[in-house]
């Protein structure tokens, strides 16, 4: 244990009171804004003596000596979990830090960086409601997901068994205006005759999807046809497809995340399946569409960049943002890597790391999206599938909302008419509804 560490545990709660702990004010962080949701996470010293409870008191207090106002308990006989999320209080102006201590004998066990409550950035009247329980498509997971000209599309996807595709993942193509009536575009014919030079694309789900302009584009796509797919196919109606320029980079490449920015078609992390490659790769790189149809490697590794399994994209103010993530691993699913850190970049080569654990659970196969200026985390995979709603402004300070939908991963998502559109994934078996969520009218 550090000199530090042991200064910290030696602490008493009136002397952080009075502005610090031998060597003082541990210094400002991020300003945290009232009512949102932070995760706190403390290691338990040595076992106390008999008859000495391991509950924790978790207590926000005033930074200024002597202190502007009294502290406030935020969470008080938790056991002891080593984290938890607090919510902090409605007290703008406020120069506080938080800090967690041992409730039997008032061993501090964290005092945190000093930081400023700003006014709440909470919205009171965001509401989820279901579109439809049962679309016209077969229930699915891992489908494309773009808007283009003012329709949502839904391309390709993943749906096995009876009630599915013959070949597990399809190419038929979807399109709606309103969520509730669906239009098929294109039919499936990913099946035991299809014919590569008749029937266009391989069928495929969590492949890269991007709505460029005057023509939708798939790139990639995974390994249920038994190989990895590195091609690249665009159309201007959903209907007719051309193939491209393939992409290299994905010929052992799966599970990536895609996203657009500034006009730019882009790729980053993925990884591969041992089972098909004899070897297991994490990507760290990141890559852009060029105008002449090339692929370019903007940028060879980068820290936050290794790892998989994020649906959607998350592009706010010409910003991206990397939200969670992680590895899955094969054949065992639930050992898979997840994530629950925050990080953003405007130029795709500089990445700055905004939190290491977002209050929401580490997840993988999760949707992601920027919606009303903010930033948003649905449902994934965590030890089991999540049904959660989470919102951001800045990526560190965070709001949940109830969720109405069930618990689901790998869902597709939308933001199409002032709405965010949450649209089928799986839970223990593929589903098809439709849900939009609107500020309440």
């Not at 949502?152 to 009536?181: C, H, K, Q, Y």
């Not at 491209?244 to 078609?265: I, K, M, V, W």
């Not at 065992?332 to 500089?350: F, G, H, I, M, T």
């Amino acid at each position: 244990m550090s000199p530090k560490t042991n200064k910290l545990l030696a602490c008493s709660a009136a002397a952080l009171l009075l502005g610090g702990c031998g060597g003082g004010d541990p210094g400002p962080g991020p300003d945290r804004a009232a009512g949102s949701l932070h995760r706190t996470a403390w290691s338990l010293p040595a076992a106390p003596g008999l008859g000495c409870r391991t509950d924790i008191v978790v207590r926000i207090s005033s930074r200024t000596s002597p202190p502007v106002s009294a502290s406030v308990i935020v969470a008080s006989d938790v056991t002891d979990a080593g984290h938890i999320n607090i919510k902090i209080p409605d007290a703008p102006g406020m120069n506080a830090r938080t800090h967690v201590e041992r409730a039997c004998d008032n061993t501090l066990l964290v005092i945190g960086l000093g930081y400023a409550i700003i006014a709440s950035d909470e919205v009171s009247d965001y509401a989820w409601e279901r579109v439809t329980k049962a679309a016209a498509f077969k229930p699915r997971d891992g489908a494309g997901a773009l808007v283009f000209q003012d329709k949502m599309w839904l391309i390709g996807g993943w749906s096995p068994g009876a009630a599915g595709f013959p070949r597990v993942t399809s190419n038929e193509v979807w399109s709606s205006i309103d969520g509730d009536s669906w239009t098929l575009e294109k039919e499936n014919s990913y099946d035991a005759d299809f014919d590569a030079q008749q029937d266009g694309w391989e069928g495929r789900h969590s492949a890269g999807y991007f709505s460029l302009g005057a023509r939708m584009l798939i790139a990639g796509g995974d390994i249920t046809s038994g190989h990895y797919q590195s091609d690249v196919w665009s159309s201007p109606d959903g209907v007719s497809w051309q193939q491209e320029a393939g992409a290299p980079q994905l010929q052992r490449r799966l599970l990536f995340n895609s996203f657009t920015q500034l006009g730019r078609a882009c790729i980053f992390g993925g990884q591969t399946i041992p089972a098909i490659t004899d070897v297991e790769l994490h990507h760290a790189d990141l890559w852009c569409l060029q105008p002449m149809g090339a692929w370019q490697r903007i940028a060879e590794r980068v820290e936050p960049l290794q790892r998989s399994g994020i649906l959607g994209e998350a592009v706010l103010r010409d910003e991206v943002w990397i939200l969670g993530g992680g590895n899955y691993e094969f054949p065992v699913p639930e050992d898979a890597v997840r994530r629950n850190d925050v990080w953003k970049s405007s130029d795709l080569q500089q990445w700055a790391k905004v939190t290491d654990h977002a209050p929401w659970p580490a997840r993988i196969f999760h949707s992601v999206a920027a919606f009303d200026d903010r930033l948003w985390v649905m449902a994934g995979y965590d030890q089991g599938n999540l049904g959660d709603c989470w919102y951001s402004k800045d990526g560190y300070n965070w709001y949940v909302i109830e969720a109405p939908w069930s618990v689901r991963h790998a869902a597709s998502v939308f933001v199409h008419r002032d709405a965010l559109w949450l649209v089928a994934g799986a839970d223990t078996q593929p589903l098809n509804d439709v849900w939009r969520l609107r500020r309440a009218r």
